[in-house]
C-alpha cells in the first residue's frame, strides 16, 4: 500500500523567507508521480507542481520548487520569498502508477506566513 | 484551461433527504473523474473513481448505495448522497482528470460544502 506522510502540521515562516514543506512517501513501485497542491480557505484544491519518479531533474515552477530526494524518498516542497497569500493549507500527493491512478494525500501542513 | 467546475458551492438540507452534487470539467473532456471527502482540520480521502460509460469504483468503506455516482459524458459526473444524515455533513470535492495530459495531473473543483440538519 502507498502511503504520504506529511509530519510538519503547522509551520510560520515570516514573510520573504524561504519555506520547506516536508513530505515522505512509501511505495514499491518504480513508476510514480507526486504532486504538491494548495489549499486556501476557501477550500478549492490549486495544483502546484509535479515531480515524476523518472525526472532527472527537479521540478520548479516559479517561486515553488520540489526537492525530490529519490534514495531517501522525500519530496520536500521549497517556497522562496514567501508571501501574505501563500498562507494556506499545504498537500502533498502520490499517484498510484497504474489502473485510475488515483491520488493518495498526505495531511497536510497548514502554512501562515507572517508580516 | 483545465478548469473544473462544482454545483452548488453550498448546500444544507434536512435529514432524509437525497442531495445531488455535479462535477463539470468545461475546457476539456475527462474519461475518469475522481470524488473525494474532507472533514474539517483532515486530509481529502478519496471516495470513488467515475469512469464515463461505465460502473464507478468505490474505496473500501464508502457505501455505493448511499453514494450513487453517474458519469454519464466526458464533461460531467454527478454523485448524489442519498438520505442524508448529519454524519454526511462534509466538504465534497471532484477533480478530473484530461482525456489527453501526459503528466495526469488532476485538476480540481472548486467543491461543495454539504450541510445536514
Known amino acids: 500500500a502507498q502511503k504520504i506522510t506529511q509530519t510538519q502540521p503547522g509551520m510560520f515562516v515570516q514573510e520573504k523567507e524561504a519555506v520547506t514543506l516536508d513530505c515522505t512517501y512509501d511505495?514499491?513501485?518504480?513508476?510514480?508521480?507526486l504532486f504538491w497542491y494548495k489549499q486556501p480557505s476557501s477550500g478549492e484544491m490549486i495544483f502546484l507542481i509535479y515531480?515524476?519518479?523518472?525526472?532527472?531533474q527537479n521540478a520548479t515552477e516559479g517561486r515553488y520548487s520540489l526537492n525530490f530526494q529519490k534514495a531517501r524518498k522525500s519530496a520536500n516542497l521549497v517556497i522562496s520569498a514567501s508571501q501574505l497569500g501563500d498562507s494556506a493549507m499545504y498537500f502533498c500527493?502520490?499517484?498510484?502508477?497504474?489502473?485510475?491512478?488515483?491520488?493518495?494525500f498526505g495531511q497536510g501542513t497548514r502554512l501562515t506566513i507572517n508580516p | 484551461g483545465a478548469v473544473v467546475s462544482q454545483h452548488p458551492s453550498w448546500v444544507i438540507c434536512k435529514s432524509g433527504t437525497s442531495v445531488k452534487i455535479e462535477c463539470r470539467s468545461l475546457?476539456?473532456?475527462?474519461?475518469?473523474m475522481f470524488w473525494y471527502r474532507q472533514f474539517p482540520k483532515q486530509s481529502l480521502m478519496l471516495m470513488a473513481t467515475?469512469?464515463?460509460?461505465?460502473?464507478?469504483?468505490?474505496e473500501q468503506g464508502v457505501e455505493k448505495d448511499k453514494f450513487l455516482i453517474n458519469h454519464a459524458s466526458l464533461t460531467l459526473s454527478t454523485l448524489t448522497v442519498t438520505s442524508a444524515h448529519p454524519e454526511d455533513s462534509s466538504f465534497y470535492i471532484c477533480?478530473?482528470?484530461?482525456?489527453?495530459?501526459?503528466?495526469?495531473?488532476?485538476?480540481f473543483g472548486p467543491g461543495t460544502r454539504l450541510l445536514v440538519l
Open positions: 515531480q515524476g519518479s523518472y525526472d532527472q
Open positions: 477533480s478530473a482528470r484530461p482525456l489527453h495530459m501526459y503528466q495526469e495531473t488532476q485538476y
Open positions: 511505495t514499491s513501485d518504480p513508476s510514480y508521480g
Open positions: 467515475s469512469n464515463e460509460g461505465s460502473k464507478a469504483t468505490y
Open positions: 475546457d476539456f473532456q475527462a474519461t475518469t
Open positions: 500527493a502520490m499517484r498510484e502508477p497504474q489502473g485510475a491512478q488515483k491520488l493518495v
